[in-house]
């Protein structure tokens, strides 16, 4: 906490009017989830606790376990509490892009530098803030993040956000958000989120086979496999407006060739896709995705999980140009 509210002096400041309502929300709301953190262990021996939570914890514990035993995640006070957040989502993030670009409106900050999106606590004010930016012309999604990664500055508590998830789900989420503490290049969104993606799918994959739970390893693979699909399709569409919006064709027939594209999209995917034409919703899903082939190329030739988490923090401290022509 004493370590929180110094970075919150700091970050106010050195901050201009909007950004210091900015922090002070992002500061606030994460002070009252570690407040609202207590060790697993003091849950377990509460008597007021359900016992299916109780249950919920145990099984998170195992994954815990296993995520420093065997896939040499950080041991540290990370997942060894637990919060109840009495909400759906520990955060709403706002994905951005101009009218006619498929590229993130960055959002910069103190210490972790850029990134292609803006969190806040609240629902409400992510929502103001996506209603400005739209009013500013651009094409804006907001969604719910089940969990966050404070990179290893602070304990990051076990949430009620996903606890009640499928097992394979919460070790999803625990090793992925682990995996940020492991690699983190600043400014690099996708470098990042593609890498802690393939950490995630390495680690349930090799969590269900030690548990011996079939079954469950073969519903991850297909659900895993609609979601490379939805993102193969997304790149795809991305390629094809990265074009039209580069073109010398009329805003009107832009418009008309963007439309088409995610008519194209949603029919394939009317679950997930929005209504409405939305540069931002691609943005929010190629984050996520579109550099995941090439870290399954690097584990796949490495000797061992070690060797690969040194070769992505050498991708990660390497100037930008030559991450990307490294990966690409």
Same mark, same amino acid.
């Given at each position: ?42 849950? #377990? ?10 249950? %919920?914890?145990? =099984? ?9 035993? *065997? ?8 997942? #060894?509490?637990?919060? $109840? ?13 101009? +009218? ?20 806040? !606590?609240?629902?409400? *004010?992510? %929502? +103001? ?26 304990? $990051? ?9 499928? $097992? ?32 995630? *799918? &390495? ?10 739970? @079939? ?22 569409? %991305?390629?094809?407006?990265? =074009?039209?919006?580069? @073109?010398?064709?009329?805003? &009107? ?9 995610? &008519? ?37 030739? @490495? ?5 690969? !988490? ?19």
């Amino acid at each position: 906490m004493v370590r929180s509210l110094l970075a919150a002096l700091v970050l106010v400041a050195c901050a201009g009017c909007e950004s210091a309502s900015y922090y002070s929300q992002a500061i606030g709301g994460h002070l009252r989830l570690m407040a609202a953190a207590r060790p697993i262990d003091s849950w #377990l021996d509460d008597p007021a606790t359900p016992p299916e939570l109780k249950q %919920r914890l145990e =099984m998170a514990q195992r994954i815990r376990g296993f995520a420093t035993r *065997e896939l040499h995640l950080p041991d540290n006070g990370s997942y #060894l509490s637990y919060a $109840d957040l009495k909400r759906r989502f520990a955060v709403y993030n706002v994905f951005a892009a101009p +009218r006619f670009s498929v590229d993130a409106k960055p959002e910069c900050f103190a210490f972790v530098g850029c990134v292609a999106y803006r969190g806040f !606590y609240s629902e409400d *004010e992510a %929502r +103001r803030y996506a209603a400005r930016l739209r009013d500013e012309g651009y094409d804006v999604y907001v969604g719910g993040v089940l969990a966050y990664s404070t990179l290893g500055w602070f304990d $990051d508590p076990l949430l009620s956000t996903f606890i009640r998830y499928p $097992d394979s789900q919460v070790a999803r989420l625990v090793f992925h958000e682990l995996a940020h503490q492991v690699v983190y290049a600043k400014h690099d969104t996708t470098f990042n989120e593609s890498f802690a993606v393939v950490v995630e *799918e &390495e680690g349930v994959r090799r969590w269900l086979e030690a548990e011996g739970r @079939s079954r469950e390893l073969a519903a991850f693979h297909d659900g895993q496999a609609k979601k490379r699909e939805l993102a193969a399709r997304v790149r795809e569409t %991305r390629e094809r407006l990265k =074009m039209v919006y580069a @073109s010398q064709l009329s805003e &009107e027939q832009k418009l008309e060739q963007k439309r088409a594209e995610f &008519e194209r999209l949603r029919a394939a995917f009317p679950q997930f896709v929005p209504a409405e034409p939305n540069n931002g919703f691609l943005v929010s899903i190629s984050l996520y995705n579109e550099l995941v082939p090439a870290f399954e190329r690097l584990l796949a030739r @490495s000797a061992s999980l070690d060797e690969f !988490y040194a070769q992505a923090r050498s991708l990660a401290r390497s100037p930008d140009p030559e991450r990307q022509l490294a990966l690409r």
